[in-house]
């Protein structure tokens, strides 16, 4: 019974995870598409003037929340991750080990 729990547990955590990640594709192509169209507009209609930064201000900035939301998916244990975690609780313990408690 625990163990059709845990599977059962398992298999939602997946589920989420995979949703989350489908969530992240779908935002990255909207991301393109959108900005492509932008791009595309303000080239056939500015004469010469494309470099400017009022065109790129909405790439840039759904850009930065692009990559939040990749960072939230992706790489939310990138820097702080288990490994991470099991190697301080190790150096910890390590050095506790080596004081004497007086």
């Known amino acids: 019974m625990e163990d059709n729990f ?8 997946a589920k989420k995870r995979v949703k ?9 192509f ?8 932008i791009s595309v507009q303000i080239y056939m209609h500015n ?8 065109n790129f201000s909405t790439a840039l900035f ?12 992706f790489g939310s244990n990138l820097i702080f991750g288990k490994e991470w975690e099991e190697r301080k609780i190790q150096e910890f313990m390590n050095k506790d080990k080596n004081q ?3």
Do not use: C, M, P
Not at 62 to 73: E, K, P
């Open 6 to 13: 845990k599977q059962n547990e398992r298999y939602l955590l």
């Open 20 to 28: 989350s990640i489908r969530g992240f594709y779908i935002h990255l």
């Open 30 to 37: 909207v991301y393109f598409i959108v900005n492509t169209f």
């Open 47 to 54: 004469d010469g003037e494309f470099w400017r930064w009022e």
């Open 62 to 73: 759904w850009g930065i929340g692009l990559l939040a939301h990749g960072t939230s998916v």
């Open 100 to 102: 004497k408690w007086e």
